[in-house]
């Protein structure tokens, strides 16, 4: 298993649609999670950062569940500027910075 | 965040040879980076870049292919060494500051081409 598994998609939704994407990890021990966002030949840049239970910016909405070990980002009417890959990151060992990166999920908004 | 800027910006070597990439921070901060990105894949970390000692590799890096440089708190190198084609992919330098945070702001990557 993955250490941290997210579905690549594609996603295409229209403009004005509502997304969700999950991530699942395997590490239980794990207390530190972010979506980041990445542009087509472009770095990726920090979207939320997950904390406790779940944390809400705008029309982005991350929501955390320890007991079965996901992460999930909602988008509400969607833009066309949300199209972008999304990465799921799980800090590694407690104490640590290390990064753990899913394989990211494509996010294609269609006007 | 932080202003992060790395040069080269991109890149065409060849085989055996070697290339140096240098990652450069607007402000002090704690933590550096490097990490690769294959084509088509997520990013995976090299090594944590330590000020004044030796990097720290993850499994599957090591010092001789990928020796790291950190002279002080704003600047880092990595250099990709006898290089292949296997190498070719972005590499970018991220930082964070030691607030507890863990958040990480990467550098623009630098897309490297062995042929």
């Known amino acids: 298993r993955k250490e941290v598994e997210q579905d690549p998609g594609p996603f295409n939704v229209p403009e004005g649609a509502t997304v969700a994407f999950n991530c699942t990890y395997s590490n239980s021990a794990s207390q530190s999670f972010f979506w980041y966002r990445q542009d087509c030949r472009k770095e990726p840049k920090l979207l939320m950062s997950?904390?406790?239970s779940g944390n809400e910016d705008g029309r982005f909405t991350a929501q955390l569940n320890r007991a079965s070990q996901y992460i999930s980002l909602l988008i509400r009417d969607s833009k066309l500027s949300d199209s972008a890959t999304y990465l799921c990151?799980?800090?590694?060992?407690?104490?640590?910075?290390?990064?753990?990166f899913g394989t990211g999920t494509r996010l294609k908004v269609l006007a | 965040s932080a202003v992060i800027s790395q040069k080269p910006s991109r890149d065409i070597c060849q085989r055996g040879t070697s290339l140096t990439i240098q990652c450069q921070v607007d402000?002090?901060?704690?933590?550096m980076f490097w990490y690769r990105q294959q084509p088509g894949q997520s990013l995976t970390l090299i090594a944590t870049a330590n000020q004044g000692s030796e990097a720290t590799y993850e499994s599957g890096f090591v010092i001789d292919k990928f020796p790291i440089s950190r002279p002080n708190l704003t600047f880092s190198t990595l250099t990709v060494s006898n290089m292949s084609p296997e190498d070719s992919s972005i590499y970018l330098c991220?930082?964070?500051?030691?607030?507890?945070?863990?958040?990480?702001?990467f550098g623009p990557g630098t897309r490297l081409t062995v042929t």
């Open positions: 990151v799980v800090l590694g060992d407690s104490g640590t910075y290390k990064y753990i």
């Open positions: 991220s930082v964070s500051r030691d607030e507890g945070s863990y958040e990480q702001y």
């Open positions: 997950v904390y406790s």
């Open positions: 402000s002090q901060v704690t933590m």
